[in-house]
């Protein structure tokens, strides 16, 4: 009995020295989620390992250079044809300053308690809750 | 800075119909974690998505095809050389009977309350603790 097909997505809540998080708020134009909060991240390419997509995407979207740290969690989101999984990971800026690709129209580096009170896309919101209310280790 | 390199594992919580969970007894000659009840499940080969490893993984080890339904959540283990990052779904069982391979000596349909009394490999006692207190669906 198949079920419907599987996508695997990466994300990452990147710390900066503060112990802040970045997001990034989603183009009006963004096809699904405009104008959300979103984690940097994105799809895994065909094969490439989970670790390289996700220093890649963030690459792309925030020009940021982070080293992954450990996992963080999961989220799932059904969409008609596929049932997306995020992988979430927790990872360290290492050096940069943001600069936004045109997926993205504005970034924020957000305390842990202020995380649930942002405007995130659905399936991250599960998530997000638990995370902000775990010890900071 | 590059950090230790990772490597992602595919596990699955398998429920028969009665609502129980299979967990599988590692080989006493296993190099890690021998005697141990494991999750099935395995790595993921490359350029294979990660619910066709796990429905591999699980046929090999088990004989038995399963429909994956959710994701249940993570685990991570910090091996000398690599990070192990564990991708968990919830899975259902469709039809067979359990035929081992020689990769495990055992195995046991176990009700959710009892999980966290059994013999787990470390980095599955987080997500099993928790796991087994969820509200069931």
Chains 1, 2 share one sequence.
């Not at 990034?24 to 991240?41: E, H, I, M, T």
């Not at 943001?98 to 997926?103: D, R, Y």
Request: hydrophobic share 40%; charged share 25%; aromatic share 8%.
């Amino acid at each position: 009995m198949p079920g419907k097909p599987f996508a695997l997505s990466v994300k990452v809540m990147i710390q900066d020295e503060n112990g802040r998080y970045l997001l990034l708020k989603r183009s009006a134009s963004s096809k699904a989620n405009a104008g959300k909060w979103d984690l940097p991240g994105g799809k895994i390419e065909p094969s490439e390992s989970f670790d390289k997509a996700l220093l890649r995407e963030v690459s792309e979207e925030t020009g940021l250079a982070i080293t992954l740290k450990h996992v963080a969690g999961t989220a799932e989101s059904e969409l008609p044809a596929v049932k997306v999984i995020y992988l979430i990971l927790e990872g360290r800026l290492d050096t940069g300053n943001v600069i936004l690709s045109s997926e993205h129209e504005e970034f924020a580096w957000v305390e842990r308690n202020e995380l649930p009170g942002m405007d995130l896309p659905e399936q991250f919101i599960p998530f997000i809750r638990q995370y902000s209310q775990k010890a900071v280790p």
